[in-house]
């Protein structure tokens, strides 16, 4: 079974950054499409970022020019660099990825900006 550890979660002023990491296991990751999603209180799960094996890149509109995902296929690592965080960015954070089975998400990461 598929399993997704994330990590590097916080509390950071507005303005500021933090960088996650996912472990993925059990999975073919170069050759898996990867993404972060995150649930903020009262909202529905989305997908804010996703990287192919071939490492192009897609971003929500709410992240774009502001979030970088990127991949360590030799570690079976993902990351997201968040710069220029604002209050609204506060969320729990997870690593997904879609196998036979469906979507599939990590335990989750707590991210709070402060204002």
């Known amino acids: 079974q598929v399993q997704l550890v994330e990590s590097g979660g916080g509390l950071v002023q507005a303005g500021g950054s933090l960088r996650l990491s996912c472990t993925a296991s059990?999975?073919?990751?170069?050759?898996?499409?990867m993404g972060w999603g995150r649930q903020a209180p009262g909202k529905q799960r989305e997908v804010v970022a996703t990287i192919t094996s071939g490492s192009s890149t897609n971003y929500a509109r709410s992240v774009k020019d502001r979030f970088t995902i990127s991949r360590e296929n030799a570690k079976n690592r993902l990351y997201l660099q968040m710069d220029s965080l604002k209050p609204e960015d506060t969320a729990v954070y997870y690593c997904?990825?879609?196998?036979?089975?469906?979507?599939?998400w990590g335990q989750g990461t707590q991210v709070t900006v402060s204002s």
């Open positions: 997904t990825t879609i196998t036979n089975t469906g979507r599939i």
């Open positions: 059990r999975i073919n990751f170069s050759f898996t499409t």
